[in-house]
């Protein structure tokens, strides 16, 4: 297992340099805005000097015009690269994680389920990736204080020392909402990722509640979480909401503060009026916590949905060797393989061999851990220690070319990929042929059905209605089109008439010294057509040996339910 090389700690960083130019950019433009805003008061104050003693103001006004003009440019230059850099951010960032969860296999399903990755790439990706923007306009925003601190000390010193007595106690409640807003956000989105869960489990099994009449319950059930949705997201508000009045009762007292001794500055005669109207709005930026509270309550959203990603990313992604296989017939060999799932182990300690050119059908009761073999034996995933070798060589050392150039799959139900038929059979073929795509297709009897679609194979997928059969058949093409030394069918023909599963058997378990066959298999049939048969049981290998010699014993008669007792 390899770790993701921009996780989980280093992910901000990451997103923050894939922005790169732009987020420079819109620093500098925030920057630049921060300034002129900071140069406005002292040039409102130098013109109402000019104005009360008569002086010609012609140059300062336009100054001050100029001023308010560069401000909406450049507010508006803010506006689209935010947006800009937040589109691109968000676009990594989904590509990033999407790309590291397809190669994490079935662990990262197991661990955080379909929906709840769903909602991780869709809303938390969308809000991680406000964070370089919302980190400029942070920075900007302190920048107002700041200048505004340094303008009232240019002013007078005595300017900046009141207000400096009280900065204190803005920056201990900056920094307590800052804390308990990115513990509310992590809340409130981890509940949003437990519906989210629960409607993608909902959504797949739609059938089976209509059927069981049970909408009015499963409806209950995806909504159960929202009282706690509820309560997160107000308790996110009442500490935005407590920190903005904290901040608006000590942010006036500030204000009052360096006016008061503006005025009396004035009264001696140390300061102007245009001095004093600027003091007043120096002393407006400087206690600026509207703006930092929202700046910060963002980057604190942003924060707590980057680390959901980070979570993601975290997940070891298996990796590849430099090796390429040698010739050989597709011998496969688990040499002591444990797997576990969570704190339960799946497998244990499982060594099985497997002779190049023939077939295994691995058979067993729910729950025994055949599909997280076929698993294994794909390099699907890893096991948590041991070995599986294919022709003597350990899949980790392959390549990642030769792995998947050698190992073809099948599924009980297949994902369907590509826009029409065709597309979907040649699915990961580099080169495909339509001889060949055609070929595979009649060898899984899929064939006959695909030229009675509208245009064949041409028609697409979204307009081709199937039976469960037919895209179990359309499985097995792709699987057959593949190719490969070792071809592995997780309960493929289980949708399959009992007329369509022979004549399917009969070709793909054909004598073929170049391809090992591994079936998972859960009708007796099935087994019976395999050279030989692994029993699991308890996690364990309980017996191998051909059906005939394994059908003797009843609990393993048993596992076929009514055809054991048959």
Request: proline share 5%; glycine share 10%.
């Amino acid at each position: 297992m390899t770790p993701s090389p921009d996780s989980p700690a280093r992910l901000p960083r990451a997103v923050l340099r894939h922005g790169g130019a732009r987020c420079a950019a819109l620093c500098a433009v925030s920057t630049a805005t921060t300034a002129a805003a900071l140069l406005l008061p002292a040039a409102l104050g130098r013109t109402l000097d000019l104005l009360l003693a008569g002086a010609p103001a012609a140059r300062w006004v336009a100054c001050c015009a100029g001023l308010v003009l560069l401000l909406a440019v450049l507010d508006g230059c803010a506006g689209v690269l935010s947006g800009t850099v937040d589109a691109r951010s968000t676009a990594w960032l989904r590509r990033r994680v999407t790309g590291h969860v397809l190669a994490v296999g079935p662990r990262a399903g197991a661990r955080f389920g379909a929906g709840d990755l769903v909602a991780r790439l869709v809303g938390s990706a969308a809000q991680a990736g406000t964070a370089p923007a919302a980190l400029a306009a942070l920075v900007a925003a302190l920048a107002g204080p700041v200048g505004g601190v340094v303008a009232l000390g240019l002013i007078d010193p005595w300017l900046a020392a009141v207000f400096l007595a009280g900065a204190p106690v803005l920056a201990l409640l900056l920094r307590a909402f800052a804390r308990d807003t990115s513990a509310c956000v992590a809340d409130y989105q981890r509940v949003q990722g437990r519906m989210a869960a629960a409607l993608a489990e909902a959504v797949g099994g739609f059938r089976t509640i209509r059927a069981a009449g049970a909408e009015d319950r499963e409806t209950a059930r995806i909504l159960a979480p929202l009282p706690e949705l509820s309560r997160a997201g107000h308790r996110m508000w009442r500490v935005q909401g407590r920190a903005a009045a904290q901040a608006v009762t000590v942010a006036p007292l500030l204000n009052l503060g360096v006016i008061a001794v503006a005025g009396l500055l004035l009264a001696r005669h140390r300061l102007s009026v245009g001095e004093m109207l600027a003091a007043s709005r120096y002393a407006v930026l400087a206690t600026g916590v509207g703006v930092l509270v929202g700046q910060l309550a963002a980057l604190s959203r942003a924060r707590a949905a980057t680390g959901r990603l980070a979570e993601v990313l975290s997940e070891p992604a298996p990796g590849y060797g430099t090796l390429g296989l040698p010739s050989g017939s597709g011998r496969l060999e688990l040499r002591n393989v444990t797997a576990r799932r969570g704190e339960r182990t799946v497998l244990d300690g499982i060594d099985l061999v497997v002779p190049g050119g023939t077939t295994l059908a691995v058979v067993g009761r729910s729950g025994t851990g055949k599909s997280l073999l076929a698993e294994l034996a794909g390099r699907l995933t890893d096991p948590d220690t041991g070995v599986v070798l294919l022709d003597g060589v350990p899949l980790h050392d392959l390549t990642h070319a030769d792995v998947r150039r050698a190992i073809s799959y099948a599924f009980e139900r297949p994902a369907l990929l590509g826009t029409t038929v065709e597309d979907t059979i040649a699915f990961g073929l580099t080169a495909p042929s339509p001889a060949r795509i055609r070929s595979a297709a009649r060898t899984a009897r899929a064939d006959g059905f695909v030229r009675r679609l509208p245009d064949g194979y041409a028609t697409r997928c979204a307009d081709a209605p199937r039976s469960g059969g037919e895209s179990q058949r359309l499985g097995l093409a792709r699987a057959f089109a593949h190719g490969g030394r070792l071809l592995i069918l997780d309960d493929a023909l289980s949708s399959l008439d009992t007329v369509t599963e022979h004549r399917i058997t009969e070709s793909l378990l054909a004598p073929d010294a170049g391809r090992t066959r591994l079936l998972i298999a859960h009708r007796a049939a099935t087994a019976a057509r395999a050279d030989t048969v692994a029993w699991l049981d308890g996690a364990r290998v309980r017996a191998v040996g051909t059906h005939a010699e394994l059908w003797r014993d009843a609990e393993y008669r048993a596992v076929f339910g009514e055809e054991g007792r048959a």
